[in-house]
């Protein structure tokens, strides 16, 4: 079992940045791909960015490839999202979550992932 924490969120004018940490309990992260995703008022939850167990691949939607940047250090059990440029439609709760055995690379879809935090919100003003 993983129990996984999102910290990080907040409200920031748009072109400015945050920093998202998702801190994992319960059993090493190592041995899991981790993902985040997003979800705004009225809409459903959607990829963000995900990274390998290892650090070595990673993968994100095409709405914020070269804004964001998913990294992890498994020696303090914590990913992070680097999160620069925002825009206002980056508005939304955005979660942390632990792949589930035997998913294929990249896990983009909900179904992929089977431990989840509870997120944290991240509001960008105009």
């Known amino acids: 079992q993983v129990q996984v924490v999102e910290s990080g969120g907040g409200l920031v004018q748009a072109g400015g940045s945050l920093r998202l940490s998702c801190a994992a309990s319960?059993?090493?992260?190592?041995?899991?791909?981790m993902g985040w995703f997003r979800q705004a008022p009225g809409k459903e939850r959607e990829f963000v960015a995900v990274?390998?167990?290892?650090?070595?691949?990673?993968y994100y939607t095409d709405s914020v490839k070269g804004r964001f940047t998913i990294s992890r250090d498994n020696a303090k059990n914590t990913v992070y999202l680097q999160m620069n440029s925002l825009k206002p439609e980056d508005t939304a709760v955005y979660y942390c979550a632990a792949v589930a055995y035997g998913s294929t690379w990249p896990q983009v879809r909900l179904s992929d992932y089977r431990y989840w935090g509870q997120g944290t919100q991240v509001t960008v003003s105009s």
């Open positions: 990274i390998s167990w290892n650090g070595g691949s990673t």
């Open positions: 319960g059993r090493s992260l190592n041995r899991y791909a």
